[in-house]
């Protein structure tokens, strides 16, 4: 027996997550900002941590949005091979949008990237985007991450030569130092290597949901040093803490390719999870 | 230093301010991003009069999340945008109108020259918005509505808004710049 969605009930949790998602951060999150606090050094910049730490504190009591820009809305979507919902769950996602836009509420921030027309509701052509992934088991698991554009912004993508393998902590240091306060740092660094054009910015926006308390191989530690040497701080100000984390993901690629795509996260790592269905 | 200004701003409000001052505001701000600063060029060309005075102004880079009540609007968050988007357009503002405050985030490349003896710039930390909407004490008004809730132009009254650190002053210091040209320098170390 597949388990069995209701369809009304899938759409109140899917609000529900994005609330949650846009209202209180992963506590790993919380964390790595009250380490980056306690350990800066410059009055300017700790006083930034402070103003940081007040907010998440202030949204979370009030139930409000930790910051007014609530992102255009990225879901991730595991659908277990033996789970059969029974009904079209893109449409739902984007009727769940649609409802916690109003709610929540959210700000109105999907448009036509030629007319600039807002829809004012967050949904739209592509939007939300919406990255699927079969897996087997009899479970469904959504993730939302509300991605600000301040961050996303900054982000980059390069199609490195091969013999380039060494150049790739330079290009995140280049990125970070162009980027500057702009991303609201301090930052996540996502970094996928390999796979194709798209499929490096995929990596590289995957590797944002990450824990930031995960162990970091030594490549990783090795960038997130040399980005935290550059000093540019919390809020761009000056600081020792400029990301609270590096993470990569690699995929094969084409002997001939090395696409490197650098997405950068503000300090708002928001997302949050909900799984539909059985015990594994 | 830490300073506390009454809007309209006068001149000699903030020539006395260094980069690295702690700032909080009282008084009148207005948001104005993008579109909205596309707009007041646009008209100052056309030579049309705005719906609103810049002059001693504070101008907020903002695009706020509001909700509407039967009493009128009520501010649900609103916290600095990058204001880095609007760099090209604020030099011919400053030159129309004397704007003496701009409160934004992550600082502005290439304008420090066209804030000399005139404005200050004013970084409050960025994503901070369930904070500034508590500073944020009623939405006076709002203008240009068409363009959208988050690039209309509201106008607000704040209480001790704050706290903002002056990142470029009005003698040219700009802090970003300054962090920018450090970082270049370790990167340039660590490629030898």
Known sequence: MSPKLNRETFIRSIADLLRKAEIELPDDVVEALRKAEAREESPVAKSQLQAILKNIELAKNHGVPMCQDTGIMIFFVELGSEFHPGFDLEAAIREAAALATREIPLRPNAVDPLTRKNSGNNTGAGIPDIHWKLVPGKQLRVTVAPKGAGSENMSALRMLNPTEVGSIKNFVLETVINAGGMPCPPLTLGVGIGGSFDKAARLAKETLLEPLDNPMSDFEKEVLEAVNSLGIGCMGLGGSTTALAVHMKTAHCHTASLPVAINIQCWANRHASVVFGGEE | ?192
């Open chain 2, 1 to 192: 230093m830490e300073y506390h200004l009454q809007t309209p701003l006068k001149i000699e409000d903030i020539e006395k301010l260094n980069a690295g001052d702690i700032v909080y505001i009282s008084g009148e701000v207005l948001t104005a991003r993008d579109e909205a600063h596309a707009r007041i060029l646009e008209m100052e060309e056309k030579g049309e009069k705005l719906p609103f005075s810049l002059e001693g102004a504070v101008i907020y880079h903002c695009g706020p999340l509001m909700q509407q009540t039967e009493t009128g609007w009520k501010v649900i968050s609103a916290g600095p945008t990058t204001s880095g988007r609007m760099s090209k357009m604020t030099p011919p503002l400053l030159k129309a109108h004397e704007v003496r405050a701009i409160i934004g985030k992550g600082g502005m490349k290439g304008v420090a020259d066209s804030l000399k003896n005139r404005c200050i710039y004013l970084a409050y930390t960025g994503g901070c918005a369930a904070l500034a909407a508590e500073l944020i004490k009623e939405v006076k008004t709002v203008h240009w509505l068409d363009l959208g809730m988050p690039e209309a132009v509201w106008v607000l009254r704040v209480e001790k808004f704050g706290p903002l650190i002056v990142g470029i002053d009005a003698k040219g210091k700009d802090i970003f710049a300054e962090v920018r040209g450090k970082a270049e320098k370790v990167l340039e170390r660590l490629q030898k």
